[in-house]
């Protein structure tokens, strides 16, 4: 079987490409701050959440109509802008938020008819699972389990105004239009392009995450909430 990836929803078998991944297994650097203190052997560690963004190389190979598939390649991810995701077929049910910036060094076979080079993409630390996508809808208090090691940080939908409570922290919607959509990685609420920042209340002026296992959710005054949770691991 040939491997592929995927990138910004485009397959790009398309353009030809066709790829090996052993560096796809790697995984991230989390950042300590070292603190040397005068008279004392080793140094006291910070221990820092932040985790690194990490370099993901793909060797790749175009094996036919090298030239016109190269091009069209070329175009395609170096229009992308930003962050999408990326997802390979040695890991299914997971995925990468990933920037590709290039350069790509080819090296062209049999006449130009075919050639090889690294698709080399700079990574969030995360893999994301596919399954993190998937929306739980509660009607009314639940609880929804976290599979993976990793705090979780939802987007969620709420509609109506009052609390839901999970992961520690109660968010209190002041006033709804309808529903107001919760962001809880970029830590900001809306509807549509409307900030809706001023309309909730947080209990401990923090975002709530997901934590490791069952999650209690409850509702209070709240008629729905849709959350998508956004399961990642490394």
């Given at each position: ?10 397959d790009?078998r398309d353009?030809?490409v066709y790829?090996t991944?052993?560096g796809?297994f790697?995984a ?5 701050s070292?603190i ?5 052997n080793?140094?006291l ?5 932040r985790?690194?963004n990490?370099?993901v190389t793909?060797?790749a ?5 090298f030239?016109r598939?190269?091009g069209?390649?070329?175009?395609f991810?170096?229009?992308q802008i930003g962050?999408?995701?990326l997802q390979?077929?040695y ?5 990468r ?19 090889q080079?690294d698709?080399?993409f700079?990574?969030?630390?995360q ?6 996508d ?7 208090s639940?609880a929804?389990?976290n599979p993976?090691s990793?705090d979780a940080q ?8 009052g609390?839901v409570?999970f992961?520690g922290?109660?968010?209190?919607i ?6 107001t ?7 900001e609420?809306?509807?549509g392009?409307?900030?809706k ?8 002026n923090?975002f709530?995450?997901?934590p ?10 709240v008629?729905?909430v849709e959350i998508?949770p ?5």
């Amino acid at each position: 079987m040939r491997n592929y990836l995927t990138f910004n929803g485009v397959d790009l078998r398309d353009f030809g490409v066709y790829i090996t991944g052993s560096g796809t297994f790697n995984a991230p650097e989390r950042e300590y701050s070292e603190i040397a203190i005068p008279g004392r052997n080793g140094s006291l560690i910070g221990n820092e959440r932040r985790l690194s963004n990490i370099e993901v190389t793909y060797p790749a190979f175009i094996y036919k109509d090298f030239k016109r598939q190269l091009g069209a390649l070329r175009a395609f991810l170096l229009s992308q802008i930003g962050y999408c995701k990326l997802q390979d077929s040695y890991h299914p049910d997971e995925y990468r938020l990933a920037l590709f910036r290039g350069p790509i060094d080819v090296e062209p076979v049999a006449k130009l008819n075919a050639g090889q080079f690294d698709l080399v993409f700079n990574c969030r630390p995360q893999r994301f699972l596919t399954s993190g996508d998937t929306m739980t809808t509660l009607t009314a208090s639940g609880a929804i389990v976290n599979p993976t090691s990793f705090d979780a940080q939802p987007f969620l939908r709420v509609y109506g105004a009052g609390e839901v409570t999970f992961g520690g922290t109660t968010i209190t919607i002041t006033s709804a239009d309808g529903y107001t959509d919760i962001d809880c990685a970029l830590m900001e609420a809306f509807k549509g392009t409307v900030s809706k920042n001023d309309c909730i209340e947080l209990s401990d002026n923090d975002f709530p995450v997901l934590p490791a296992g069952e999650n209690t959710v409850t509702l209070s005054g709240v008629t729905r909430v849709e959350i998508t949770p956004r399961w990642w691991t490394l």
